[in-house]
């Protein structure tokens, strides 16, 4: 009985050290995915102009959608959105007040991150597109070169 016991807590913890893995495996997989998805469309916004990079992030169905991730854009002079897929309502208001459901300014720490570090990673709560629920998410924000812009996209931790 002894010897089936110490089986057992073996099995239980590998399994658990296995999906502990997996997670984190598949988070480092969702870093590089945004990461590089967030990269093309500051490529997009130096090349084709700002104007044309908020044109096609804020387009439900344009080419920075990518099953559940999605690109979004803010100004640098003035905390507020440029260009939202599934959020159009935000975009152009004053965002300087706003919080997640856990006291997050999250639109400023996106234009702090652009303005002092260039590009980096931030966390908040935001719902899914089409929830009402706000869900935790990791996002990575960059400032675009030669532009007075950021450009983000993130993924949710569950």
Request: charged fraction near 20%; charge should be positive.
């Amino acid at each position: 009985m002894k010897h089936t016991c110490g089986i057992v807590t073996t099995v239980l913890a590998l399994t658990m050290a296995i999906i502990v893995l997996t997670a984190g495996i598949a988070m480092a997989d969702n870093s590089a995915e945004v990461r590089a998805l967030v990269e093309k469309g500051v490529v997009m916004a130096v090349v084709e102009g700002e104007a044309a990079a908020i044109k096609a992030i804020g387009d439900p169905k344009g080419p920075f959608i990518k099953g559940n991730f999605y690109l979004f854009s803010g100004p640098l002079d003035k905390i507020a959105m440029s260009a939202h897929p599934y959020k159009p309502k935000l975009v152009g208001k004053d965002l300087s007040t706003f919080r997640d459901n856990h006291d997050n300014f999250l639109f400023f720490e996106f234009m702090r991150i652009a303005l002092t570090e260039g590009a980096g990673w931030t966390e908040y709560w935001w719902p899914k597109p089409g929830a009402a629920k706000a869900s935790h998410k990791k996002t990575y924000v960059m400032k675009v070169p030669g532009k007075d812009m950021y450009i983000g996209g993130g993924f949710y931790t569950e």
